[in-house]
């Protein structure tokens, strides 16, 4: 009898996004999933497009489209559509939320908001195991390392762009404007990583990703500078092996991966090599304080609460920036100013409630911070 083929039910927290419309991309293209809910912010046009598309009953939003059933929040959409794959892109907390509960209801969950990672990395790893849920990582560089893993690992590196202030002299980065900061030289992203980008909060926090996806200690995390990001990932052996994960920089790359692994579905045509710039060299200190401070951070104290301090303060002070109310250079007095501020308080993280009492703190010493910048 003929074996009837299996169909992938897909939820996509954040649909209307960067990661999610090339979920929606990669999907079109996949045979053998389909998706059957989604989430999305404000962006009812995307989302209807979205919907009508790919023929999508459910959805989350404060917005209401015109059709199809529309859930007050995730948990009950997940409940309603049982998924086996919910693909997590919401940025910031709201993200980390997200994730948290869709690990409740699925079966793999393909994860681009890194933030689960660095706000709540113990829990999320420790409910996945408790409830048999594969992590797989769609970030191009934990993609290119998941993919390269194997047990005899004596360190890894990951590759950063250097963002919109790369090439920048240095006197001139404190003032850059939004328009400046969001041109990123090689990925097309949301608003709030494509700012990370330039400050290397973004490596800053993949670092951290790295440590928790891949249980390694930070002295065997490395990060260099690839202009092209090409090379998105590289895993040094203990016999002196070095395998490079490369390719062009494409994001539907990755997320097919996180959606068709042990299998490779997707069709991309491979890229030229002798187009791109393989090089890699040093990250500047001076050019980018606030990785060198995280770095600093991480090495003293690998802790919960900074780590939520980091996230809380730079999603509220990137608003600010882009909203005009704070310069390039206020997003890093924020973030240090916040982080000490929650360092100082002796926090005690025990539960994933603390997780989310200390982005409330966070977030509350960070916006009077700001609005106290702002008045002066
Ligand atoms: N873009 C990329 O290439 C990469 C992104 N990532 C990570 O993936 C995540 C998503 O990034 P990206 O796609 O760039 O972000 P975008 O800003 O492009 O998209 C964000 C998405 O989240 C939605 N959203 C925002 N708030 C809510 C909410 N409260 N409830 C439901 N949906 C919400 C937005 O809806 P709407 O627009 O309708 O308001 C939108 O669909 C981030 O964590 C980022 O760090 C990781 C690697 C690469
Ligand atoms: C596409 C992706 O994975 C991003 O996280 C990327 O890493 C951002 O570019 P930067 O290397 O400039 O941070
Ligand atoms: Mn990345």
Redesign the pocket.
């Known amino acids: 009898m003929e074996e009837k083929a299996t169909i992938k039910k897909v939820v996509?927290?954040?649909?209307?996004?960067?990661?999610?419309?090339?979920t929606v991309d990669v999907i079109k293209q996949l045979e053998g999933f389909k998706v059957v809910g989604i989430?999305?912010?404000?962006?009812?046009e995307?989302?209807r497009k979205i919907m009508e598309d790919l023929k999508i009953d459910y959805y989350?939003?404060?917005?209401d489209v015109g059709f199809g059933k529309r859930f007050e929040n995730?948990q009950q959409l997940l409940e309603e559509v049982v998924p086996d794959i919910v693909v997590?892109?919401?940025?910031?907390f709201?993200?980390v939320k997200?994730t948290i509960i869709a690990l409740q209801y699925a079966k793999r969950i393909a994860l681009?908001?890194?933030?689960?990672l660095v706000c709540a990395g113990p829990f999320v790893k420790k409910v996945a195991k408790e409830k048999d849920v594969e992590i797989i990582p769609?970030?191009?560089e934990h993609s290119a390392i998941f993919q390269l893993y194997e047990p005899h690992i004596e360190k890894i590196l990951i590759t950063a762009s250097g963002g919109a202030v790369r090439d920048v002299p240095l006197k001139y980065i404190a003032d850059l404007k939004p328009s400046d900061i969001l041109k990123h030289p090689t990925?097309?992203?949301?608003?709030?990583?494509?700012v990370?980008s330039s400050t290397m909060v973004?490596k800053l926090?993949e670092v951290i990703e790295a440590h928790e996806l891949f249980d390694l200690d930070y002295d065997r995390i490395e990060v260099k500078i690839n202009r092209s990001s090409f090379i998105h990932g590289i895993v040094f052996l203990k016999d002196g092996v070095i395998k490079i994960h490369a390719g062009k920089p494409d994001?539907r790359i990755?997320i097919a991966y996180a959606l068709t692994y042990p299998e490779r579905k997707y069709h991309s045509p491979v890229a030229d090599v002798l187009e791109f710039d393989l090089q890699l060299s040093d990250v500047e200190r001076e050019r980018y304080p606030l990785f060198f401070y995280g770095l600093d951070m991480l090495k003293r104290k690998d802790d919960l609460p900074w780590r939520i301090a980091l996230n809380a303060a730079d999603e509220l002070a990137v608003n600010a920036f882009l909203d005009g109310k704070i310069s390039f250079k206020g997003i890093e007095t924020v973030v240090r100013e916040t982080i000490e501020y929650i360092d100082s308080q002796n926090i005690i993280i025990t539960s994933i409630e603390d997780v989310y009492k200390t982005d409330e703190l966070a977030k509350s010493y960070a916006k009077e911070f700001i609005e106290r910048e702002v008045r002066k």
């Open positions: 996509i927290l954040g649909a209307t996004g960067s990661i999610g419309t090339q989430s999305f912010g404000s962006n009812i995307q989302a989350v939003s404060n917005k995730t997590c892109a919401i940025p910031g709201e993200g997200a681009a908001t890194k933030e689960a769609v970030d191009s990925w097309s992203m949301g608003g709030r990583i494509t990370d973004n926090f994001m990755p």
